[in-house]
Each structure stands twice: as C-alpha cells, then as structure tokens.
C-alpha cells in the first residue's frame, strides 16, 4: 500500500482498524400512513425494496450480523430478503424499544457495538453509516445518535441538547412541548450502542407516553441521567436519512435516489437528455459514451454497453445490452442484445431472446425466446416465438411462427442464409433448411429441405375478361 493510501485509510477507520458491529434493523412496524397491504418496508425505491437499501448499506458499512426484526407482513418481508439477515418476530407491535429488546436473547453472548437502524430510511448510505460507527468508537460512548437538520422536522422525534450542546434526551413529536417543537435537528432512528447497557436500560422502560408504546428514544435521557457518555454525530445531508411513512415521502425518496443515479451516471460519461423522464434503477449498468433519450426506463439488473442509443420510449427490464445498440420504441424484458443492433420502433422483445450481433428487428415485431443468429433480420410485422435461427436469415413482413398447437409450445428452426417470403406460417415443430427459401403466403407445415424452395399456397389462377362479362351481366 502506498503511503498517501495508507494515510487515506487510516482517515477512513479513524485509526481504529476495521468497523465491525451487529446491525439491527427494525421492519416490523405496518406503515399504518401508507394505506397498504404491503409491509411498509417492501416498498420499493429504485426498483429495490427499502430494507434491502437498509440491509446494503449495513452490510457495505461492516456489519457483522444483520438481524432483522419483522412483524407486519413477516413472511413477504422474509421471502423478500431471504437469507441476507437473521430474523426475530416481534408478534406484537409495541414500540421501538420494544423491538430492540426482543433481540437480546439472540445477542446474549455479544458484548459490544449494535448498530439500530429503521428498515423505512432507504436513502442511506455506507459511508455515513461508517462515520456514525468510528465517531461513536472514537468518543468511547454507550449511545451515539445520528442527527439531521431538517428543513421540516415535522413527524420525527427532536433532539434536545443543554447549554453546552450536549445531548440530553430526545422526545417524539406527540409529547414534545412547543419550545421542543421549534428544534430543527432531529433523531434520524439510526444509533450505536454498546449492548450490554443498551439491554439493561431497554429492560427499565416503559409506554408512558402520547402514543402507549416502549420508545428506543427513552434509552438516551435515561444513559444521560445515568452518567453514560451519549454523543451525537450530524448527517451532512439530511436527505439520506429520510425516513418513508407516506406515499407523498415514497415519492420524494423516489425522486432523490433517482436524480443521485442519473447525476452519477452522468459523471461516468452517460448522455441523458431529460432527467425528468429517464427512470434509471439502482443496479443498473451503463458504460460511458451511451446516449438515453427521453421516455427511458431502465430496471433490474439491465446493462448497456458502450456506444449505444438508447430510446426515446424504451423500457429494458433484466436486459442485457452490447455495444453499439441502437434502440428505440421498444420493451424487452429477460433478453439479450449483443452488439451492433438495431431494434424498433415497436418492438416487443419477450423473455429468452437473444439476439446475436449485426441484428435487425423493427417495425412491430414481437419475438420470444428465440435465438436470432448473427446478421439475421427480422425486419416488419411479424411474430417469432420458440425459435432457433442461424445467421444471415431473412425474415420477410408478416411472417407467424404458429409456436403453439393449444396445448404445447413447439419450436421452429430456421438455418443460415434461409429465406422466408412475406406472410410465411411456420407451423411448428417445423424447419427450414440452409439457404432454402419459402414462398410468400405459404402455410409450411413440413421441413424445408436445405437449398429448396417451399411453396405451399393455392395456385394462381387468372379468369380472363372476367371484369367485362361481370359488367356487362350488370
Ligand atoms: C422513529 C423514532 C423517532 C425518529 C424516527 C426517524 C422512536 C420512538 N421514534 O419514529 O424519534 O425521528 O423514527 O424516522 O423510536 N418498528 C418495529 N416495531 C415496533 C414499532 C416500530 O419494528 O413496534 C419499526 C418500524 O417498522 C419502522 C421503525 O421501527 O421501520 C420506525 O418506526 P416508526 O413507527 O416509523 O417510527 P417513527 O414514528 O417514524
Ligand atoms: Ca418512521
């Protein structure tokens, strides 16, 4: 390591070597404000559940152990997080001192740092959570707060100091006096503690107060009261340590995450043309020197490379995207693209498809888990579904792949350098051979031998001076 790395570092940790501390964080709560059926924390930002936004920032901050304390809509939180925590049931819903406290049986040999965080502040992130751990070891306290300067501190518990700034207690909103009311820093509900005394307080609580429930928040006034050291440390921007109790602040959350992902993606060299209609998810990958036009909305874990061109009116969901892809009027969802593509506009690419390079699919298309081999077209109004193309293939307007008989899907295979005339069925299972073209308007319910040609439509016949008789019937 070099030395300005070494110093760096060293700046990082506080000198104090690594962070390791148990995090806990608190999910059980319904969300009563949000009007939903959907545990509060499952709501999504960024195309990511809340807690898991928790959850990451916990873990990339160092910690050790992630518990989590569910309760509301437990089982959809658990299938959601699945193994990236440790869980507890809080059966009854009484407070957040009371969630806290239903860990410490799963904590009963640990003597040391807990971090508690809310599973409702999805904006947080992993170096703030890293300074409130080294701040809190540094000062060697038993409680550190993390605080914020709200412009509207308005629902969050306030946090009162003495004439010299010290902390002293923190009272909630419903029973705070009007003086109280008037203090812009508030209690962000993300702490450290040591373990030992956090438990022996949490047991001493109680619900006397405006809403009947046990408050973590007690725990402070009554270390202070004890002697204990409770130090404070400020987030620099308050707006990481938002906390979700409506669908109004589940949209502002929304809004800020999504202008951060844009402005970073913008720094790594991505055009975007109109910030307020590109939708850009969390994971989202995108490689310098890429173009978004409006109407873009990019989710899961898409991917695009290079060079590539993306919208106006394109939505790619899992998709993987190459180098060089010019895209637009399009939603593909579970598909790959490789590069040198051209697709849209309208096009419907449906999950499996994968497209290989110098391919070129527009102009209402839809295609279904179908490979489509390199250079190969498929260029109007058509359907392709099941099916394994070679290189090089033509596929004229019109074109059907009739993939399902009512009761199976069955696949059409269509080798390189094939031809298929304009309003083609291929009535799967079916082939068409190497370099074999089919005639236009033909049913093909038989395999098309390489190099032949397939016709299989009524043959022509013209009725002469059909028109004049007519008339002249008339
Ligand atoms: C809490 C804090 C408040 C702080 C605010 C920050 C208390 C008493 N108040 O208030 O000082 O400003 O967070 O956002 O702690 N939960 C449980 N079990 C329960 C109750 C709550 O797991 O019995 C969970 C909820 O699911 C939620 C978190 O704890 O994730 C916070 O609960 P919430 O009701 O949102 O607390 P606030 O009123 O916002
Ligand atoms: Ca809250």
């Known amino acids: 390591m070099s030395k300005s790395k070494m110093f760096e570092s060293t ?20 969300g009563t404000r949000m009007k939903s059926t959907l545990p509060k924390v499952l709501h999504e930002v960024g195309g990511k559940p809340m807690v898991k936004h928790v959850l990451d920032a916990a873990k990339a901050s160092g910690s050790t152990r992630n518990i989590l304390v569910i309760g509301f809509g437990g089982e959809r939180v658990r299938e959601v997080v699945g193994s990236d925590a440790e869980y507890k049931v809080q059966v009854e819903q009484l407070g957040t001192g009371h969630a806290v406290l239903e860990t410490r049986d799963m904590l009963a040999d640990y003597d040391g740092t807990v971090m508690v965080l809310c599973g409702d502040t999805p904006l947080l992130d992993e170096k703030l959570l890293t300074k409130l751990f080294f701040e809190h070891r540094n ?3 038993q409680a550190t707060v993390l605080t914020a300067i ?11 100091r003495d004439q010299t700034g010290r902390v002293v207690k923190i009272v909630e909103q419903k029973d705070a006096t009007p003086d109280e009311l008037l203090v812009c820093e508030i209690n962000t509900g993300i702490y450290c503690f040591e373990s030992k ?3 022996s307080l949490l047991s001493g609580i109680t619900c ?3 809403q009947g429930e046990y408050y973590l928040t007690d725990v402070i006034g009554m270390m202070v009261c004890g002697g204990g050291k409770v130090w404070a440390v400020a987030a ?6 938002m906390g979700i109790n409506s669908r109004a602040q589940l949209a502002e959350a929304e809004g800020i995450l999504r202008q951060h992902k844009l402005t970073r993606l913008m720094d790594s060299g991505v055009t975007i043309m109109d910030l307020n209609s590109t939708f850009i998810d969390e994971e989202v990958n995108i490689a310098p020197d890429v173009i978004i036009y409006p109407f873009t909305w990019l989710e899961g874990k898409t991917t695009i490379g290079t060079g590539s061109v993306i919208g106006p009116n394109v939505r790619f969901t899992d998709t993987v995207v190459g180098e060089n892809v010019t895209v637009h009027f399009t939603y593909a969802h579970q598909c790959r693209l490789c590069n040198n593509i051209t697709v849209g506009p309208y096009v419907h690419l449906r999950p499996g498809t994968v497209l290989a390079d110098n391919v070129k699919v527009g102009n209402f298309v839809e295609v279904k888990n179908t490979n489509v081999g390199i250079g190969s077209k498929i260029p109007h109004l058509s359907y392709v579904g099941d099916t394994d193309m070679g290189a090089r293939v033509n596929i004229g307007s019109g074109t059907i792949t009739v993939n399902y008989d009512g009761t199976h899907k069955h696949r059409t295979i269509i080798e390189d350098d094939a031809f298929i005339g304009c309003n083609t069925n291929l009535v799967a299972p079916v082939s068409v051979g ?7 308007g033909s049913t093909i319910t038989k395999n098309v031998p390489s190099e032949a040609l397939g016709v299989a439509r009524a043959r022509q016949n013209n009725i002469a001076d059909w028109t004049t008789k007519h008339k ?3």
């Open 197 to 199: 005394t956090l438990f």
């Open 150 to 160: 709200m412009p509207n501190p308005n629902g969050y518990g306030r946090v009162i």
């Open 434 to 440: 190497k370099g074999a073209y089919v005639a236009a």
């Open 236 to 241: 620099d921007d308050y707006q990481k340590t």
């Open 472 to 474: 002249g019937r008339k």
């Open 11 to 30: 700046l990082k940790t506080g000198g104090s070597g690594m962070a390791d501390f148990v995090a806990i964080v608190l999910a059980a709560g319904k």
């Open 208 to 210: 006397d107060n405006a």
């Open 139 to 141: 000062a060697g306290a």
